[in-house]
């Protein structure tokens, strides 16, 4: 053992002189270490933070009815039911037309400069989220690997937000033509290049416009609350009761439906939550219906048989157990049908985009091209059929709810019947209520840049459950 005294001094000194530089070294090394999991940490915060949605408030009408902008509260006098028009689509000190009676209220004229009245009456938009454009491309990779989606990661028919310039407030509208592409209006349809664009279902389903609900669960309100003044189902002369059979004379049954509209048999361009619209009518030919059934034991067979200004086509459906037969204009296709626990069936048939589609809300089962007729009908010369009309042909078919909708009907600007861009590298963006929106059809005839694209709005429910959303 060697005692402390006999260590010489010069070594004493420097064990003490190196003791403050081995704190320094651990203290700076752990200083360093922490500020690099602090930048990581960060760095993943941050990361994390950019591709999380973001929200917004809808603040117009333009993408109504799907998103829904601020609402002024109504109730009728004469019937006295309350109902929502868009608030851009009111004028001041004009009264108000019913939905539901048709009678126009001269007393509910209001002044829409009178702020504290008009916010007591006024409901909220929708809240909405989205994401940015680094998302898009994330979760699109493999899309826009395949081509099918735009190297920026924006797909035609998205919603897209975009800020026009950098003080400007952020809005949305329908993404319709990308930089260096021909975008035309013509009748209603949209045109890429000079070929139609057809949607798919689902796409047509998320943007389409509702205008009617039979529930079963309380069908005596169709002609009040959800008809929307737009029309009705009828049932061989008697109100519908929710069963189609073969065997006719049965109670509560029937033998054949039709979806009577209130103008002359067609279906128009009408919006009803537009309060005062200058909107010329015309005939829309891009329409359906969807029914629901939440048992799927049941045996039978319907023929249906829509009726447009430019088509007649009929289309048959068989179910045998869970296995459904679908025929149309020689063409045939089978689905199988499952009714999950809690969750109903869906099926689906419509005239989009010079196609006769059948399907269910998330897929197509049969896509035929529309026998187109050469004519160039009016409404007053549509004449009294119905539109839409569904045949028992065998079976019984319970059905649980009803719906008709419509495909929207563009119009150029100032209600032409047509309009054209080329935009260069620009983006062409419409919205969906055509006749309260202001878009490439007027404020930006050339286009928007495609950086003042920010983001795209995120479907937060079913194809179904935005078209009964706006009941």
């Not at 920010?454 to 009941?471: D, F, I, T």
Request: proline share 4%.
């Amino acid at each position: 053992m060697v005692s402390r005294e006999s260590i010489p001094a010069n070594q004493t000194e420097t064990r003490k002189s190196s003791q403050p530089r081995r704190w320094f070294i651990y203290s700076s090394s752990g200083l360093l270490i922490f500020l690099g999991l602090a930048i990581v940490f960060a760095a993943i915060v941050l990361l994390r933070r950019g591709r999380l949605p973001r929200t917004g408030m809808i603040t117009g009408s333009s993408m109504e009815p799907v998103f829904r902008g601020p609402r002024l509260v109504w109730t009728c006098s004469h019937c006295s039911e309350t109902q929502e028009f868009a608030f851009d689509t009111c004028r001041s000190n004009q009264p108000f037309r019913c939905q539901f009676c048709n009678k126009i209220d001269f007393e509910s004229a209001v002044d829409l400069d009178d702020n504290e009245r008009i916010l007591e009456r006024t409901r909220r938009g929708d809240l909405v989220r989205f994401a940015t454009l680094r998302t898009m491309r994330s979760n699109r990779a493999q899309e826009i690997e395949n081509g099918l989606v735009h190297p920026s990661g924006l797909k035609r028919g998205d919603v897209v937000v975009f800020q026009e310039t950098r003080d400007a407030p952020r809005e949305i509208k329908r993404l319709i033509g990308f930089a260096f592409e021909h975008i035309a209006i013509d009748e209603g349809d949209l045109f890429v290049n000079q070929d139609r664009w057809c949607k798919t279902l689902e796409q047509s389903l998320r943007q389409s416009i509702l205008l009617n609900v039979w529930d079963g669960a309380s069908h005596l309100r169709q002609n009040k609350r959800y008809a929307r003044a737009n029309g009705q189902w009828n049932a061989d002369g008697e109100e519908f009761q929710g069963v189609l059979s073969s065997n006719a004379g049965k109670e509560s049954t029937s033998r054949k439906i039709t979806f009577a509209f209130d103008l002359q048999g067609g279906i128009n361009n009408q919006l009803a939550m537009n309060a005062h619209d200058s909107h010329a009518l015309v005939p829309v030919h891009d329409f359906g219906f969807a029914f629901q059934l939440s048992r799927t034991e049941n045996a039978w067979g319907i023929e249906c048989s829509f009726h447009s200004p430019l088509s007649r086509p009929n289309l048959s459906m068989e179910l045998d157990g869970r296995f459904l037969t679908i025929k149309a204009s020689g063409q045939v296709a089978n689905a199988e049908l499952f009714a999950r626990q809690g969750k109903s069936v869906w099926i689906v048939m419509a005239m989009i985009d010079g196609h006769l589609i059948a399907g269910s809300q998330d897929e197509e089962w049969l896509r035929t091209k529309l026998p187109m007729l050469d004519t160039n009908a009016t409404i007053s010369e549509i004449g009294a059929k119905a539109p839409i009309e569904v045949t028992a042909i065998s079976g019984r078919l319970a059905i649980d709810q009803l719906i008709v909708f419509r495909d929207i009907f563009y119009r150029g600007n100032g209600d032409s019947t047509a309009q054209s861009w080329a935009p260069g590298d620009q983006l062409v963006v419409l919205g969906d209520n055509v006749s309260a929106s202001s878009d490439s059809r007027d404020r930006w005839p050339d286009g928007l840049p495609t950086y003042s694209a920010k983001g795209v709005v995120l479907p937060s429910e079913s194809p179904m459950e935005v078209l009964l959303r706006q009941r």
